[in-house]
Every structure is written in C-alpha cells, then in structure tokens.
C-alpha cells in the first residue's frame, strides 16, 4: 500500500506559480511512475503530468507544456510539480497518483493522494 500526501496548492492570481509536493509512505516509489491530475468543478479528471520511475521519461498535457515541470527524488520518496505562468484555466484540485507506466488514463493508477487545490485568479 501507498499512502500519498499532496501539499502546495493555494490562491494565486494569473501569471503567478506554485509547486506542489506530493509525499509517499508506506512503501517506496522508486519503481512507480508518478502521475499528476486536476479534476475542476464539473469536470473529469484529467492527467496533467507524469514521470517515468527514474524520473528522465515525462509527458504533459498540452495546454501545460512550457509552463508545468513534474520532477521526483526517489530518495525522498517525493514528487513536485512546479505550476508557473498559471492561468484562471489551471484551476482545479490536484491529485498525485502511482502507476506502473506513465500513462494518461486515471484507471491505470492505483494509489491517489486526497488532493489540494489551486486557484488562479484573473
């Protein structure tokens, strides 16, 4: 089992960034692709970022391509994903989650943290 802990969302006004973390316990990620997501009011969830185990393979959502940077250190058991040039659009609660693969569909993933949430005001 994997426990994960998302921290580092908050309000922040258009342009401004945010990094959020997101802690394992329980057992390590080491070997786990790590995958972030955001699902809005209404919405679905939608993958916005994932890594390889060893952190060199990343994929991104297109529209957050250039202004998003998922990273990981594996001995820290730790994941980040670093928001910048932020955008009203970006709001939404986002959630850290553990697959096997970097894949962008939710199903896939088999541990999800309670999420944190991100407002970006115009």
């Known amino acids: 089992q994997v426990q994960l802990t998302e921290v580092g969302g908050g309000l922040v006004q258009a342009g401004g960034s945010l990094r959020l973390s997101c802690t394992a316990s329980?057992?390590?990620?080491?070997?786990?692709?790590m995958g972030w997501f955001r699902q809005a009011p209404g919405k679905e969830r939608e993958f916005v970022a994932g890594?390889?185990?060893?952190?060199?393979?990343?994929v991104y959502l297109d529209s957050v391509k250039g202004r998003f940077t998922i990273s990981r250190d594996n001995a820290k058991n730790m994941a980040y994903l670093q928001m910048n040039s932020l955008k009203p659009e970006d709001t939404a609660v986002y959630y850290c989650?553990?697959?096997?693969?970097?894949?962008?569909?939710?199903?896939?993933?088999?541990?999800w943290g309670q999420g944190t949430q991100v407002t970006v005001s115009s």
């Open positions: 329980g057992r390590t990620i080491r070997t786990l692709a």
């Open positions: 890594t390889s185990w060893s952190g060199v393979n990343t």
């Open positions: 989650a553990t697959s096997a693969r970097v894949v962008p569909d939710p199903s896939r993933y088999d541990y």
